[in-house]
């Protein structure tokens, strides 16, 4: 779960916008909680859009519409019926708490992929740390690669291997610094070939097409 300082907030034909102080990785359709604000906005909403510009309402067409020669950072808009809100600074500051669960992969996935259950009850539960940590990591390596997803289910069967694939990952580097356990005397190189294969899997670094 993260929280951000919410100072600046605006609302206009029944859509609001806020600004951050710090820059958030928040994006399309993510829900989003505030607290601490007036005007009735706080409450839980989804995010509609993340505007780079100032928010001045919708058009007859019901398009929303920005005034482009002024640009204002950390912007979170999102639908809010209510009375029209000029953009003011909010005093005092409001809290947004912004909070994904991703569960692309499971617990059962990366046992069946390491072929092997744990061994003990510490085994199991270290399974499932990798496992939340691996879904979080690819969720927002995704992310920021541009890609809208949903946090509950993996986008297709690929993404799904990488998460799990990572998860295993993880799990094998247990006890050591910065590659997987061997009982070889002789140093050996950090291996490159499954973090390749989970990027590519969760098609991340190339570019995106319609």
């Known amino acids: 779960m993260a929280t951000f300082t919410v100072i600046e907030h605006q609302r ?3 859509y609001a916008v806020i600004q951050t102080l710090e820059d958030t ?8 909680t505030l607290s601490g604000l007036g005007h009735g906005l706080n409450g839980t909403y989804t995010v509609f859009a993340v505007p780079t510009f100032l928010y001045t ?16 950072p950390n ?9 029209d809100l000029e953009r003011s600074a909010a005093i005092p500051t ?15 996935l990366v046992t069946e992929f390491l072929g092997i259950s744990g061994a003990t009850a510490n085994d199991t539960a270290y399974i499932a ?9 690819c969720f927002r390596r995704r992310q920021q690669a541009g890609y809208f997803d949903s946090p509950t289910t993996a986008p297709d069967a690929s993404i799904q291997l990488g998460a799990t694939l990572y998860a295993a990952a993880l799990y094998r580097e247990r006890g ?6 061997s009982f070889e005397t002789m140093s050996v190189g950090v291996p490159t070939l499954t973090n390749g294969r989970i990027l590519q899997l969760l098609g991340v670094r190339r570019s995106q097409v319609a």
Do not use: H, K, M, P
């Not at 912007?75 to 009375?83: K, R």
């Open 12 to 14: 206009r034909d029944d």
């Open 57 to 72: 309402g919708v058009d007859d067409e019901g398009d929303l519409v920005y005034d482009t020669e002024v640009i204002i």
């Open 129 to 137: 740390t990798c496992v939340a940590a691996s879904n979080q990591w």
């Open 176 to 181: 050591s610094v910065d590659s997987f356990q």
């Open 25 to 32: 990785e928040i994006g399309v359709g993510q829900t989003i």
């Open 75 to 83: 912007q979170l808009l999102f639908y809010d019926a209510g009375d």
């Open 94 to 108: 409001g809290t947004l708490t912004w909070s994904i669960t991703c569960t692309w992969t499971t617990s059962a």
